[in-house]
């Protein structure tokens, strides 16, 4: 190896260590999140207890509660009840060794809790928790985490959250970016949009519901529109949603794909703002479990759809991840074909060491570095720090083979050139995708 400070040229002996080394201390961009400020009091997830009832755990800790512990009765218990169960249940009783309790381990031991970790003190933890400066600890977690910022989900007809912008919005970490959802629309669920249209005193119409969206996006100035699709959707819509009878299309309202052809898309032409799309989840397959959010489940998506869609919308930048394993081949050979679609982490249940690895490398082999390899897809402030950490290691052992063969062919980079290639795929090639 021969070193020129910036410049030093690697050699396929050198490229690992270097790569690994790197790859923990790039710092990123979180392309999405369901992070909240801390000034937006409670809708602001931190802690431990948060940490220990997200869905992930607690849908692991019903598959070993006792019979005695049924949905119901978990659910009417205080949030400190509930995190004490899931600690007794996976952390005492069993070894953590699940992805998402050795997450919670991760964090603890970021934060220096070893001590209490390894005494199975909760009671420690807490204290611990107790005792930080909420705004603080937010830029500390960012700081570990190396996270640049962080990209938010707002949905701006839920009440509890829209009361926080308006008649005037509350201050926002500069940690923290803004993404408008809009599920309705891609639902085509014209009831609960003209439900949000009246709150707004506007006319339930196509018009409306554009200048609906026209004003959230001035009071978010969002990175993006973003949806996760019902299971089953389609574009176009299926040819009997098209045909109805009039007097029943009238009583319907408007569908998905009028939707999104007469209202969403114009307004993100108009106002240049991409759609960010989460294919794949299966809403509310085990209904006990929607309390925490854990009910869903995960389905085949359509990916010729999105496809359509982008054929159809060339001047519209799309941003997809999709949920099922089963439809990532595709998918990345779609985004390889398509100009406007950029390809972004691996979502919910692809967020898992084995399936993080294997889609690294075949989206490296068919992408190279024009893609986003990760996002967090956080709702607990905390978990920031073990998703980076876990991802990144991940990803940098994925991509060494790589540049070891690169070099064996007599290709010449340099550490600077590396620490580049590492930038675009945890942040950069989204932001390139975005400003071009």
Known sequence: MRNTGSQEVLTPET??????????????????????????????????????????????????????????????????EQSDLVWQGLFVERSPISEACQGVITTLQRLGLERQVADRDLRGIRAWFAQQSLDEHVENIFRLAKVRYAVMTNIPYVEEEAQHWQPEAKPVT??????????????????????????????????????????????????????????????????????????????????????????VVPVCEELSLPIALKLGAWRGMSPDLDPCCGGDGVASADVASLQALCAKFPKVKFLVTVLSRANQHELTVVCQKTRNLHLYGCWWYCNNPSIIEELTKMRTEMLGTAYTAQHSDCRVLEQLLYKWDHSRQIIGEALVPYYQRLLRKGWRLTREELRRDLQLLLGGSYEAFMAR
């Open 15 to 80: 490229v690992g260590p270097a790569l690994l080394e790197d790859v923990r201390d790039v710092e990123v961009i979180d392309v999405h999140t369901h992070l909240l400020p801390p000034s937006h009091g409670k809708l602001m997830l931190w802690g431990i207890d948060e940490l220990l009832t997200y869905h992930y755990l607690v849908s692991e800790y019903f598959m070993v509660a006792p019979a005695e512990i049924t949905h119901e009765l978990f659910f009417a218990k205080t949030k400190l």
């Open 174 to 263: 500069s940690r923290l970016r803004k993404a408008l959802r809009i599920d309705n629309f891609l639902k085509g669920d014209w009831a609960s949009i003209c439900e949000a249209l009246k709150k707004e005193g506007l006319d339930e119409t196509m018009d409306g519901a554009k200048e609906y969206l026209r004003k959230w996006a001035g009071i978010y100035k969002p990175e993006y529109m973003m949806a996760s699709t019902p299971h089953d959707w389609r574009y176009p819509e299926p040819a009997a949603a098209a045909s109805m009878k009039p007097l029943v299309k009238a009583y319907a309202g408007f569908g998905a794909s009028e939707l999104l052809e007469e209202a």
